[in-house]
């Protein structure tokens, strides 16, 4: 079904839960709404595997806006490919359109592979510079060292509640 602008139900349904999300990520997540003690750096491992499985959701509901765009455009939806920073190139290239995201989405799998399965412990220097371009922070030299905690501050899951914010707007052509 299409809505007057010529988006689909699906596509705008998949868009605002993205959305949702990012905002989430970027507001309460990140400042810790309900303890306000929670607004230093999040260093604590059950906080991580929290954190972790709040970006392991963004990473599903880019999932679902990934297949609803691929359906508005009369393409095939690739349910079985696991992995986004793949399947937004992929979709890309079936648009004809650029981007430059797939570094950085890969980069979030590993941090979020780090904070969940991990317990944000660093196990190795490739996962802590991963971990260090995922959550949008430059020069990889000062990545902490392996087998440090990731310490993950507001203002990281607020950059990362705005890149998968300027994904959606971008997958969904919205200013």
């Not at 190795?124 to 990889?140: D, E, F, N, P």
Request: glycine letters at 12%; proline letters at 5%.
């Amino acid at each position: 079904m299409l809505d007057p602008l010529g988006r689909t139900v699906e596509l705008d349904r998949a868009y605002r839960t993205l959305c949702r999300g990012a905002r989430f990520v970027a507001g309460p997540m990140g400042q810790g709404a309900t303890r306000p003690e929670s607004a230093v750096p999040i260093s604590h491992r059950h906080r991580s595997k929290w954190i972790g499985n709040g970006l392991r959701e963004l990473d599903r509901f880019l999932h679902h806006l990934l297949d609803a765009v691929a359906h508005a455009h009369g393409l095939g939806a690739a349910p079985g490919q696991r992995n986004s920073a793949n399947k937004l190139r992929a979709l890309h290239a079936a648009l004809g359109r650029g981007g430059d995201d797939y570094a950085r989405l890969l980069a979030l799998g590993s941090t979020r592979a780090c904070l969940f399965h991990c317990d944000g412990i660093l196990r190795s220097r490739a996962m802590a510079a991963a971990c260090w371009i995922g959550l949008g922070r430059s020069g990889t030299a000062l990545a902490p060292e392996t087998g440090t905690m990731l310490v993950i501050l507001p203002a990281d899951l607020q950059c990362v509640g705005h890149f998968y914010r300027g994904l959606a707007d971008d997958l969904a052509q919205r200013p």
